[in-house]
């Protein structure tokens, strides 16, 4: 997989640092889960991750709305410049759900199955839960003893 970085303007002048703090944020997760990410300058998404698999390049742009003013013409600007799913990522549930019914009411139906949304604390679990995953490869479960024969089934006890 290629794995570049990109870091092309972290601060586009309007922004506030909460605002900045939360791509830095997002784009560190999404390196750490394996995709080639960018953060996007003026006139385009926050955060861009590509993920390839093979011959196939799967284009995702990531939005950090900390307001829903902006929602909708945000993701037909992603969706015209080559995303193919848009993941919205709010600072939290009241910022959301003003997002989700701005969206409900403006954003074409055709449309609503590329773009999820989700609070930042969704993708801060989800990066804990992949850790954990990769953890358990590597290492087996707790408590799990590397030796095969040390194993038993359920049920089974020492005679």
């Known amino acids: 997989m290629n794995t570049h970085e990109y870091n092309l303007n972290i601060s586009r002048g309007h922004e506030t640092e ?9 784009l560190a997760i999404l390196r750490e889960n394996g995709f080639a990410v960018a953060l996007a300058e003026s006139g385009n998404c926050d955060v861009v991750a ?6 196939a390049r799967e284009i995702l742009a990531l939005e950090i709305e900390r307001n829903p003013k902006h929602a909708v013409a945000n993701l037909h600007r992603d969706f015209q410049q080559g995303a193919r799913r848009v993941l919205i990522l709010s600072p939290d ?5 003003q997002v989700a019914r701005k969206l409900t009411r403006k954003l074409p139906q055709d449309l609503w199955p590329r ?3 989700a609070d930042i604390q969704a993708l801060r679990l989800l990066n804990a839960d992949l850790f954990q995953k990769n953890a358990i490869q590597r290492e087996g479960f707790p408590g799990e003893s590397s030796d095969p ?6 049920g089974e006890t020492k005679q």
């Open 18 to 26: 909460e605002h900045r703090l939360l791509k830095r944020e997002v």
């Open 115 to 117: 773009v999820a949304l």
């Open 50 to 55: 590509i993920r390839e698999q093979g011959m």
């Open 93 to 97: 549930f009241q910022v959301l759900g």
């Open 149 to 154: 024969k040390s194993s038993r089934g359920a």
